[in-house]
Structures are given as structure tokens and as C-alpha cells.
């Protein structure tokens, strides 16, 4: 009997768990640590800051969905590895502390914004690094757009999470300009490089560019934060920009607190370094996978942070978890790119693919973004189940008051 125990449930753990769950042998446990009693797919987390994400079909309980699919949520957040004992320190949403003995340990648990220790950011900020703080956002957006009069919003970091957000801002005060009371909001979009998207080919940051002036979002490039403060941003050159509520969404590094966990090695951004096996360098019975983990390629590349990246680490990873338990050695990790997909708005989207030759748009591609989740909630719940969830979405669009 073997017991994995796999931290977070985001959409790597989730695809993990429940893969290993369907398929290993009834004498072997699969327990999944998650500090949340539901799972949110993170790519949409500024839907829920804007307040226009479907709670009741595009979410799923852990502790029911473990009970259907082989493996046991165990509600819960990691603070340390005993890594000679093989046991796992953990503190519980009701102030206890418990640990957890494994077998084999996964550490699947994301990474957050980096700040860049940016003076007063993590006090008067908002970030989009979990469901909760996402709920948070919205509670604080829906006060303001109730308080009426002009208000305005900074966004920093114009990748796909801050773009993301501007465009679904811009879509939901533009929804509610004929209501007299609701508050318009200006939209600043400050991006310390040359352009929106930086990371993706420059085709594709023209188009997003484009559709962002369209929804009237206001994009300042080249403009760095230089502090933060309760009424707004001041930028390096000594600008000020006012603001009623401010975002940050620039720069990835994995959760301070990993670091040197269990003394496991780490690189400059508490990434957990692994094998292309995905088994960590200093201990091969606990993995990583996701963007917590730098994972090294042939060619000496790593895996860039992607969604995508990290649902088929976890498709891989399940496969070479079930060898390993029957003696089978463990494969490495190949990790070959599909491409990028970014939804501005509820009907626009733009994607690259083949190594940034094709880039396309339009609401053909929002589609495409939606068929993305889809395959998430595929792996996870299996293709009925799927199915059941596109009806019924459909259905409740049609026959839903406006």
C-alpha cells in the first residue's frame, strides 16, 4: 500500500488527484491538501473579481468530488516537510495543527505576483493569487461600483491576468451605464514594458492593444511603480496616479514561505527545483509540478509558468506515479507549447500558435479559451460529466432573467 499526499488544489493537484484516484490500486490512498473547500480554475480568477463568474457549474467541492473519484480531501494548508520521518506539517482552517505521513509527496501549489518589494504594494494592493483573495476583490468592486460618481482602478502588469481584468472591468461598468447610480470606472493598465502581452509575439500585443483602446481602458507603458500608497501609485519618474482601488498582477515567483522548506533546494524566485522527472533534486520520494516548481528541459530551457504547462505535467506525472508504484522507473517530462490563449472579455479572445507564426482572434477564439476550461473539467470529472456541464451552461444563458 502506498499513500501520496498531493498539496494544492489548483489545477494541477485537482487533474493529479483525481487521475491517480480513478486508477491506482483500493489498498493505495491518494489524500489532497487544500486549505479551500472549492475549486476555482485560477485562469479565471478576474472573473470573480469582476463579479461575472458562474458560482453554481464552473466551480466543484473537493470533499464530493474526492468521494466520486478515489482520493480524500483533507481541508488544510502545508507549513512544513519532516523530510526523514516522510511526514507533512499542516494547520487546519480551525487553528489546529496535524501531520500527514506519505509515501510519495506532490507539491502542486502555484505561485502568486511578485511585487518586487515595490514600497507599500502588498499593503494597498489587491492580488489574484487565490480564490479568496479574488472574492475579496469582488466584494470590494461591487462597493464601488454602487458609490456612483467616477472612479478609477490601477492595474499593474499588463500580462494575461492584468489584461484579463482590465477588458472584464471595462465590460461591466460599460453593462451598467445606463444605470444613473452606478459609478463609471476609469481603467489604468501600467505596464513597465514596451508593451501589452511582453512575453507573447508582438503581433498578438498590437491586437490586444487595439481591442483595450475599444473598451477604453487607459494603457501606460514603460512606466514603472516605484510606491504604493492608500490614495494611489507614484511612478519612478515622480508621477502620481490617484486611484479608489489598485491591483497588482506583475511577476511570478512561487510563495515566500517555500523556500528552503523541508530543505529542499530553490531558485531565486522559491521555485522548487526538480528533476525532468519531476522528482525533486534532493529527494526522490516528493515532486512538484506548476509553476511552485523549475522544471528543466532537454535543451537546458525550464517550463514557462503556463496553465497548460501544468495540466500536462499532471497528466504525465500521474502515469509515472502509477509505474513507480509497480516498479516501473520514472519517465521525464516533455514539454511541448500549444500555444497561448487570452480572453478580452466575454466574446473576444486572442491566440498564438504554431511558435507565434499564427496568431487569431475574434469570438471563434473565445471559444477556444472556453473549450480550454472545459478540458480541465474533463480530466478531472470525465466526459459525461463534462457534457452535462456545456448543457447545462447553455441552457441556464438562455432562460436566465436578464
Known amino acids: 500500500m502506498s499513500r501520496v499526499v498531493i498539496v494544492g488544489g489548483g489545477a494541477a493537484g485537482l487533474e493529479l488527484a483525481s487521475l491517480l484516484g480513478r486508477s491506482v490500486n483500493s489498498q493505495d490512498e491518494i489524500i489532497l491538501v487544500e486549505g479551500e473547500t472549492h475549486h476555482y480554475w485560477k485562469p479565471r480568477f478576474h472573473e470573480i473579481a469582476a463579479g461575472t463568474f458562474d458560482h453554481d457549474l464552473d466551480t466543484l467541492c473537493y470533499f464530493s468530488h474526492g468521494a466520486k473519484n478515489g482520493y480524500r480531501h483533507y481541508q488544510a494548508r502545508m507549513t512544513d516537510i519532516q523530510r526523514e520521518?516522510?511526514?507533512?506539517?499542516?494547520?487546519?482552517?480551525?487553528?489546529?495543527?496535524?501531520?500527514?505521513?506519505?509515501?510519495?509527496?506532490?507539491?502542486?501549489?502555484?505561485?502568486?505576483?511578485?511585487?518586487?518589494?515595490?514600497?507599500?504594494?502588498?499593503?494597498?494592493c489587491l492580488f489574484l493569487d487565490t480564490p479568496e483573495q479574488a472574492r475579496d476583490s469582488w466584494q470590494q468592486i461591487s462597493s464601488l461600483l454602487r458609490s456612483g460618481d467616477q472612479r478609477s482602478v490601477n492595474i499593474v502588469g499588463a500580462g494575461a491576468t492584468g489584461l484579463e481584468l482590465?477588458?472584464?472591468?471595462?465590460?461591466?461598468?460599460?453593462?451598467?451605464?445606463?444605470?444613473?447610480?452606478?459609478?463609471?470606472?476609469?481603467?489604468?493598465?501600467?505596464?513597465?514594458?514596451?508593451?501589452?502581452?511582453?512575453?507573447?509575439?508582438?503581433k498578438m500585443s498590437e491586437q490586444a492593444h487595439r481591442k483595450l483602446d475599444q473598451y477604453q481602458?487607459?494603457?501606460?507603458?514603460?512606466?514603472?511603480?516605484?510606491?504604493?500608497?492608500?490614495?494611489?501609485?507614484?511612478?519612478?519618474?515622480?508621477q502620481t496616479l490617484n486611484a479608489d482601488i489598485q491591483f497588482w498582477a506583475a511577476g511570478v515567483k512561487a510563495p515566500n514561505w517555500l523556500n528552503n522548506i523541508g530543505g529542499l533546494e530553490n531558485n531565486k524566485a522559491n521555485q522548487l527545483m526538480v528533476q525532468q522527472t519531476l522528482a525533486t533534486t534532493l529527494d526522490p520520494s516528493i515532486f512538484s509540478l506548476g509553476d511552485c516548481a523549475a522544471i528543466p528541459q532537454a535543451n537546458g530551457d525550464f517550463v514557462p509558468p503556463k496553465a497548460q504547462a501544468a495540466n500536462r505535467a499532471a497528466v504525465h506525472l500521474a502515469k509515472s506515479l502509477i509505474g513507480l508504484m509497480?516498479?516501473?522507473?520514472?519517465?521525464?517530462?516533455?514539454?511541448?507549447?500549444?500555444?497561448?490563449?487570452?480572453?478580452?472579455?466575454h466574446n473576444f479572445a486572442i491566440s498564438t500558435m504554431m511558435n507565434g507564426k499564427l496568431i487569431l482572434k475574434g469570438r471563434l477564439v473565445r471559444r477556444l479559451y472556453d473549450t480550454i476550461f472545459r478540458l480541465h473539467q474533463k480530466t478531472v470529472s470525465g466526459l459525461f460529466t463534462m457534457s452535462r456541464l456545456i448543457i447545462a451552461k447553455r441552457l441556464k444563458c438562455i432562460f436566465q432573467p436578464g
Open 85 to 124: 520521518e516522510r511526514k507533512l506539517l499542516v494547520y487546519k482552517p480551525n487553528g489546529e495543527t496535524d501531520t500527514l505521513s506519505y509515501d510519495y509527496l506532490v507539491i502542486a501549489i502555484g505561485a502568486i505576483s511578485n511585487d518586487f518589494a515595490t514600497k507599500g504594494a502588498s499593503e494597498h
Open 166 to 202: 482590465a477588458a472584464e472591468l471595462a465590460k461591466v461598468s460599460g453593462n451598467l451605464s445606463q444605470n444613473p447610480h452606478a459609478a463609471k470606472l476609469t481603467i489604468n493598465l501600467i505596464e513597465a514594458s514596451d508593451r501589452v502581452l511582453p512575453n507573447s509575439p508582438i
Open 217 to 238: 481602458v487607459n494603457i501606460m507603458l514603460n512606466t514603472r511603480i516605484a510606491s504604493v500608497d492608500q490614495q494611489g501609485m507614484t511612478t519612478s519618474d515622480g
Open 326 to 345: 509497480q516498479g516501473k522507473e520514472l519517465t521525464p517530462f516533455v514539454y511541448k507549447d500549444g500555444g497561448m490563449v487570452v480572453a478580452i472579455g
